[in-house]
C-alpha cells in the first residue's frame, strides 16, 4: 500500500449493500468508488423494512445524522382472519422504514462524484497488493481492495464461485406499497398503528405503514407496505408470475410498473377471494404492484486475497427473518472496524470473512426453517427441524 494516499475501494454496486460499504470505509479514511450497472435512480423501486439496530449502527458508524425519524412505530401485531376479525394480538413495538428512505439517506451522505452510474463491472484481476476492475464501458480502474456488492446475480461472486447460484424456494412475495390516502376507511381503521398479518393455506401476508415516497413520517403522507407470499411451485404458474408486461420472462422478479396486466388482475381477485377485506383493500389501493421470487444463497468463502462479497452477492436469507438489509450493514460495519485496527489489509480480511461466512450460515438456517414453516413446506422443514426450534416467532 502506497502510504501516501488513502487505501482505494472499489464497490460494485450501488444498492444498500454498496452504500453501507461505501459510507463506513470513507469514515475510517478510505477513498471509495461506487460503481452501479443502473443509469436510473433506484430509489422508486424498494418496498417496506423493519429497522434493526444493525442498520441504526452503520448509520452511526459513518456519522449519518438524520434530522428526522427513520421510520414509522407500530405497537401490537395482530392476525386478522379471512373476515376481518383479530384473532391474535400482542404488544411488540418496532420501527419500519423504506428502501427509498435508506437508500435516500445514504446516498446524501455521499459526494455524488463518488458514485459512477451506468458501469458495470464485468471482470476484474488480481496483482500483489490490488486489483483491476475492468467495466463493460471500457474503463479500468484499480484499488487496494474490491467489493462486490452486486446483489444476488452477483457478478463478482460468479467469477469467483460459479456454482454458488440462487436457488428458488418454492414461493413469490407479491407485494405493494399503498399511498395511505388512497386507502379505505375500514382498512385504516382496523389496521393503523398495527404490524399486521393473516394466515392461509400455503400463505402469509404482512402489512406495517412505512414513510413516504418523499421519506414523510406524517401521518396522511405514509404508504402502506403490504407482502403476500404465495405458494408458485416451479412449472406453468411460477412461469406466468415472472412473465412481464412485454410477455418477457424474467428471472427472480418483476419491478413496479412491469407487471402484466392479467398477473395484476389475477392478483386482485385472489385477494378477494382469500384476503381479509382490510387487507384486499390495501392490494386494491395499489398503484404498481410487484413480485419477487424468495430465494437462497449460501456462500463458503467471503474473502478472495484483495476481494470481498457483501450482503445478498454472499447469502439471501428469507425475508422472515427481516435481516438481509441489517445483514448487508453489519458486513459493512464490521469491515471497516477490521480494516480500521489493523495495520494490514490482508490481515484483517481473514478473521473478518470467517466470521461473517458465520453470521451469514446461521441467518439463512434460520429463514429456511422459518420459511419453510410458515408456508407448509414439508420435506424442507423436516431438514431444517433443528433451527426450528430458535427463534420462530419474528417473522415480518
Ligand atoms: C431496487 C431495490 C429494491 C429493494 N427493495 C427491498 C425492500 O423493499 N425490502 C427489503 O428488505 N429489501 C429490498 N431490497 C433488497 C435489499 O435492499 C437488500 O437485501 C440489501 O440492500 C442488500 O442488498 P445488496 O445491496 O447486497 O444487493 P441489491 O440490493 O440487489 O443491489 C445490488 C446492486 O448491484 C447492482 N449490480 C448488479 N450487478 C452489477 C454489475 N455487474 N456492475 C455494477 N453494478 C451491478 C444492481 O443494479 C443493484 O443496484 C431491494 C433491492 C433493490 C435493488
Not at 385472489?270 to 410487484?290: C, I, K
Not at 484483495?306 to 464490521?334: E, M, Y
Amino acid at each position: 500500500m502506497n502510504e501516501a494516499r488513502p487505501p482505494r475501494a472499489l464497490i460494485v454496486g450501488g444498492s444498500l449493500g454498496g452504500l453501507f460499504a461505501a459510507t463506513t470505509l470513507r469514515a475510517i479514511g478510505w477513498d471509495v468508488q461506487v460503481f452501479e450497472r443502473s443509469i436510473s435512480a433506484l430509489d422508486s423501486r424498494g418496498g417496506g423494512i423493519v429497522l434493526q439496530p444493525d442498520v441504526l449502527a452503520a448509520f452511526r458508524f459513518a456519522g449519518i445524522e438524520r434530522a428526522k425519524a427513520l421510520g414509522v412505530r407500530s405497537g401490537d401485531r395482530i392476525y386478522l382472519d379471512a373476515s376481518d376479525n383479530v384473532i391474535d394480538r400482542a404488544f411488540m413495538p418496532q420501527t419500519q422504514t423504506s428502501w427509498n428512505m435508506l437508500h435516500g439517506s445514504l446516498s446524501r451522505a455521499l459526494p455524488p462524484a463518488l458514485v459512477h452510474r451506468g458501469e458495470t463491472l464485468v471482470g476484474f484481476d488480481q496483482q500483489e497488493n490490488g486489483v483491476h476492475a475492468h467495466f463493460a464501458s471500457g474503463r479500468i480502474e484499480r484499488g487496494d481492495l474490491l467489493v462486490g456488492a452486486d446483489g444476488p446475480r452477483s457478478t463478482v461472486r460468479e467469477l469467483l464461485l460459479p456454482d454458488a447460484l440462487p436457488r428458488y424456494a418454492g414461493y413469490v412475495a407479491w407485494r405493494g406499497l399503498a399511498p395511505e390516502h388512497l386507502v379505505s376507511d375500514r382498512a385504516k381503521a382496523k389496521l393503523e398503528g398495527t404490524f399486521s398479518f393473516q394466515q392461509g393455506k400455503d400463505f402469509l401476508l404482512l402489512a406495517y405503514l412505512v414513510p413516504g415516497e418523499d421519506e414523510s413520517t406524517v401521518p396522511g403522507h405514509r404508504r402502506w407496505n403490504w407482502v403476500w407470499y404465495r405458494r408458485s411451485d416451479e412449472g406453468a404458474d411460477f412461469d406466468e408470475a415472472m412473465t412481464d408486461a412485454h410477455g418477457r420472462r424474467r428471472q427472480f422478479s418483476i419491478p413496479p410498473g412491469a407487471l402484466a396486466a392479467r398477473s395484476a388482475q389475477a392478483l386482485r381477485e385472489a385477494a378477494s377471494r382469500l384476503l381479509a377485506p382490510s387487507f384486499a383493500d390495501l392490494v386494491d389501493a395499489t398503484q404498481e404492484p410487484f413480485v419477487q421470487a424468495i430465494l437462497d444463497l449460501d456462500v463458503s468463502r467471503m474473502v478472495f486475497d484483495r476481494v470481498v462479497l457483501v450482503g445478498d452477492a454472499a447469502f439471501i436469507a428469507r425475508p422472515h427473518t427481516a435481516g438481509s438489509t441489517a445483514k448487508a450493514a453489519a458486513n459493512a460495519v464490521a469491515l471497516a472496524e477490521a480494516l480500521a485496527s489493523s495495520p494490514g489489509i490482508d490481515a484483517s480480511l481473514g478473521e473478518w470473512g470467517r466470521q461473517q461466512v458465520q453470521a451469514g450460515r446461521d441467518m439463512t438456517a434460520r429463514g429456511r426453517a422459518m420459511g419453510d414453516r410458515i408456508m407448509g413446506i414439508l420435506h424442507t422443514a423436516r431438514r431444517h427441524q433443528a433451527n426450528a426450534a430458535t427463534k420462530t416467532d419474528d417473522w415480518p
